[in-house]
């Protein structure tokens, strides 16, 4: 079972904004991921990196941004947040080899 | 293009009233099946991974079975701390390491 950590848990920001949020895993994982999930929705993969700078958009169109400078964090950026950012975002890694997912508890963003 | 259907979307039980949760799939190779169980406002909990149809896993009072249209996620005698979202994933041979999602199924358990 992997350790994943997301920070912050919960945010609301104004328009506008610039954000970052953080995802780190202990487990030494290859592979991360980045979902959007809207309350009762599927989870949409966003953003998905299968190692150090390597990084690739999922199938949901996003603003966001990514980057893999670290095989441990996988940070994403906002760089204008708007209110229909608004949204779960998860953060998942998986061991080379293997398909399981595991996830971190999650960033619940609200932008006014 | 990979598809998940969860059925139902939401179910009542009665402390102790077994049931089955659906998840009917249509992929381009089924590389794997996951369950996951999902508590509001955390993310999802890797329950099961099965592989090949006629494949069977069991944990507690879950045990999940697969064949090549559809998984079920069967309940025996579910508790109140069952209750939770239940997110069926599959992955396909086309789609790299990418899962795609059901919409869950919202499992409240009375006591």
């Known amino acids: 079972e992997a350790d994943i950590y997301q920070t912050p848990r919960y945010l609301v920001i104004g328009t506008g904004k610039k954000i970052t949020l953080e995802c780190s895993q202990t487990m030494g994982h290859d592979k991360m991921y980045w979902y959007q999930q809207d309350p009762g929705m599927e989870l949409h993969l966003i953003h998905y990196s299968y190692g150090v700078n390597s990084t690739e958009k999922g199938d949901l169109s996003s603003e966001s941004t990514v980057s893999r400078i670290r095989t441990e964090h996988f940070p994403l950026t906002l760089e204008s947040a708007r209110p229909s950012h608004t949204s779960q975002y998860l953060c998942?890694?998986?061991?080379?080899?293997?398909?399981?997912?595991?996830f971190g508890p999650g960033t619940r963003l609200t932008v006014l | 293009e990979d598809q998940v259907t969860q059925s139902p979307e939401a179910l009542r039980l009665q402390e102790g009233e077994s049931s089955s949760l659906n998840c009917s799939y249509t992929?381009?190779?089924?590389?794997?099946l996951f369950w996951y169980r999902q508590d509001p406002g955390k993310g999802p909990e890797f329950l099961f991974t099965?592989?090949?149809a006629g494949e069977e896993k069991e944990k507690e009072r879950l045990k999940a079975t697969l064949t090549k249209k559809e998984s079920f996620l069967h309940i025996t005698a579910p508790k109140p701390e069952d209750s939770a979202t239940y997110l069926c994933?599959?992955?396909?041979?086309?789609?790299?390491?990418?899962?795609?999602f059901g919409g869950g199924t919202r499992l409240m358990v009375k006591p």
């Open positions: 998942a890694s998986a061991q080379r080899g293997t398909d399981t997912q595991y």
């Open positions: 994933a599959v992955q396909g041979n086309n789609a790299g390491n990418m899962l795609t």
């Open positions: 992929v381009s190779g089924l590389r794997g």
């Open positions: 099965l592989y090949s």
